[in-house]
């Protein structure tokens, strides 16, 4: 292929590329901000937030998610706030 030719085909790719319609709300105003983990890091450690993983059983998973879901609440809320209660009531 000529040079000439490589170069209106690049062009042409381009084009294509521009005239795409964009999907709705996936780049606008309405997609959710998407932190990087260095970020989220800096902001759990300035919450004093520190990572705790454990292994449960996959039934007990299954309604902390439902109990999270119903509530309105995130996972790790709910979780600290179980926690909090159970060792409250030693």
Do not use: C, W
Request: glycine content about 8%; aromatic content about 2%.
């Amino acid at each position: 292929m000529k040079k000439a030719d490589l170069e209106k085909s690049k062009g042409k790719k381009i084009d294509r590329q521009i005239s795409r319609p964009a999907t709705p709300g996936r780049f606008g105003p309405g997609a959710a901000v998407v932190v990087d983990r260095r970020e989220q890091r800096k902001r759990d450690q300035a919450l004093g937030l520190v990572p705790f993983a454990v292994k449960l059983d996959g039934e007990l998973v299954k309604q902390l998610h439902s109990l999270a879901r119903d509530r309105q609440v995130g996972l790790n809320e709910l979780t600290a706030e179980l926690l909090k209660k159970g060792l409250t009531a030693k």
